[in-house]
Nanobody
Framework: VQLQEWGPGLLKPSQTLSLTCAVY??????????WSWIRQPPGKGLEWMGV???????YYSPSLKSHTSISRDTSKNQFSLQLSSVTPIDTAVYYC????????????????WGQGTQVTVSS
């Protein structure tokens, strides 16, 4: 399985970040696969943002829920992240990743990761 994410590298405050992750090597609808967005701000640890399950259910980090949305396009085998009203605090490397089973809130459960994409929010 390979994951590849992409999106704009630079945004201004208040804009909406949109990232897409393409999955190669198997359908995202495969049972018990969970697909997440995880980010790492400079000098900080990994932060789990949210997940979309094989059946389409979504769950978000409570701290980000109000301005985060994850969706999918099963025809393209892709899933996407939208983060609205970004601020410089949202500057980070963003990763898409896959977990198997219900431990999706635990970052150590993710065995497959994209290469990461740098997103910088600056005026």
């Amino acid at each position: 399985v390979q994951l590849q994410e992409w999106g704009p590298g630079l945004l201004k405050p208040s804009q909406t970040l949109s990232l897409t992750c393409a999955v190669y090597g198997g359908p995202i609808t495969t049972e018990y696969y969970y697909w997440s967005w995880i980010r790492q701000p400079p000098g900080k640890g990994l932060e789990w943002m949210g997940v979309i399950g094989y059946e389409g259910s979504t769950y978000y980090s409570p701290s980000l829920k109000s301005h985060t949305s994850i969706s999918r396009d099963t025809s393209k085998n892709q899933f996407s992240l939208q983060l609205s009203s970004v601020t410089p605090i949202d500057t980070a490397v963003y990763y898409c990743a896959r977990a198997v089973g219900t431990s999706w809130a635990n970052i150590s459960a993710y065995g497959y990761w994209g290469q990461g994409t740098q997103v910088t929010v600056s005026s």
